[in-house]
């Protein structure tokens, strides 16, 4: 229902850019490494400069792609809390930058916060990014324990990092996005 929200206010809102062109893609599987993997390879094919990433268990404002799209920076989402208790924040803060509890940035105007790692549920990835990155992007590391497993969107972020890129977190729209689990687990 996001996804039709968010594709019907591009339709329908005249404020937009009209420059903007969509496609659409769904890819369905149970190990999500390589569905996104092959999302990345269909954007490329397409000649796609970015790509969303929505997952199907996301709930996010009708605006969200628009305000993504406005922060001009090559990687950019929104954290959301996940859906077990104590119900943390999935991304990994900067800590360079200071603290961050979701919420507060205050040193950045445009309400960004640089993170280590952010998830995947709901990210802009501008496709220059990808230049300088290995394939596969997405790989699924499984440790002794959750401690040393890598999750595939965790495994990018760091290698997306190490080629010197930043990863960033729009706080506003972390307030707003929802993770649907038995019920829309939001931050705060």
């Known amino acids: 229902m996001s996804l039709a929200a968010l594709l019907s206010k591009r339709a329908y809102d005249k404020k937009l850019s009209r420059e903007v062109k ?3 893609s769904c890819c369905k599987g149970s190990l999500i490494m390589h ?3 092959k999302l990345m390879d269909e954007a490329i094919a397409c000649g796609a400069t970015h790509i969303f990433f929505l997952d199907s268990d996301m709930v996010v404002p009708p605006d969200a792609l628009d305000r993504l799209i406005a922060h001009h920076v090559p990687i950019v989402g929104a954290d959301y809390v996940n859906r ?3 119900h943390p924040l999935n991304g990994m803060p900067d ?3 200071g603290t961050y509890d979701g919420l507060e940035v205050s ?3 445009k309400g960004l916060h640089r993170m280590l790692t952010l998830p995947f549920g709901c ?3 501008s496709l220059k990014v990808l230049a300088s990155m290995p394939r596969p992007f997405f790989k699924y590391i499984e440790g002794e324990d959750d401690a040393h497993t890598l ?3 965790t495994h990018f972020c760091n290698i997306a990092r190490r080629v010197g890129h930043t990863i960033w977190c729009d706080v506003g729209l972390t307030r707003e996005v929802g993770h649907v689990g038995i019920k829309v687990f939001r931050h705060g």
Request: aromatic share 0%; proline share 10%; charged share 25%.
């Open 123 to 125: 990210i802009l990835i």
């Open 95 to 97: 800590s360079v930058q």
């Open 151 to 153: 999750s595939e969107d």
């Open 22 to 24: 969509l496609a659409l």
């Open 35 to 37: 569905a996104r993997n």
């Open 107 to 109: 040193k950045n105007p």
């Open 84 to 86: 077990v208790e104590p």
